[in-house]
């Protein structure tokens, strides 16, 4: 009885450790849903976005435009800051994660950007680590990125 239990709980936390390792590949062009919201905040935990690069000419906890904190952070997973370094288009699975802070500098929330196969973007958004705006394409993110459309829906541009 005892040793099932073990087992059981065995496969149970190497199912979690499977799960929980939610590759990249898997999130890009799966369906807009809660549980792919999930796993791209799991993805940024496990691959330790903090550590990030900056996009190439930020700073840290540079100051912010409305809806967007007072503060932030644009961090870059290796995909995007290898495209950028050759001067290419962001590929399928590039990242942005704008880290955005209150007026204290205090941590308030993740705006997200991830490439899809397709070339467009799947917005998502974090409050603490609440996932506050799930996965989409078409929500209401886009409605201030659609104007800079010629720029890849981007505020930053690459010349900065
Ligand atoms: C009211 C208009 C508006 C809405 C809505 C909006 N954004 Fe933005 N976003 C901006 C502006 C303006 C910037 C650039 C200014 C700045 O960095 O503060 C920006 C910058 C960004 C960036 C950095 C890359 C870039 O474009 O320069 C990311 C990532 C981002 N937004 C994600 C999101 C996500 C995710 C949502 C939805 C949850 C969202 N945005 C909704 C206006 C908006």
């Known amino acids: 009885m005892y040793r099932k239990t073990k087992t059981a709980i065995l496969i149970a936390l190497a199912a979690m450790a499977v799960a929980g390792c939610a590759p990249l590949q898997d999130l890009i062009d799966g369906p807009s849903a809660k549980a792919e919201g ?13 550590s990030w690069e900056l996009w190439p000419g930020t700073r840290e906890l540079a100051p912010s435009e409305f809806p967007h904190g007072n503060f932030q952070s644009t961090r870059i997973n290796p995909r995007a800051a290898r495209a950028l370094k050759y001067g290419k288009e962001l590929p399928a699975g590039a990242l942005i994660v704008k880290v955005e802070f209150d007026g204290r500098q205090r941590f308030e929330a993740l705006s997200v950007m991830l490439k899809q196969k ?43």
């Open 38 to 50: 999930l796993a791209l905040h799991q993805h940024l935990l496990e691959k330790q976005y903090q």
């Open 118 to 160: 397709d070339g467009q973007w799947l917005f998502a958004r974090y409050e603490g680590d609440r996932l506050a705006e799930y996965p989409d394409k078409e929500g209401p993110c886009l409605s201030c990125h659609r104007g800079q459309k010629s720029n890849d829906y981007l505020y930053l541009s690459r010349a900065r």
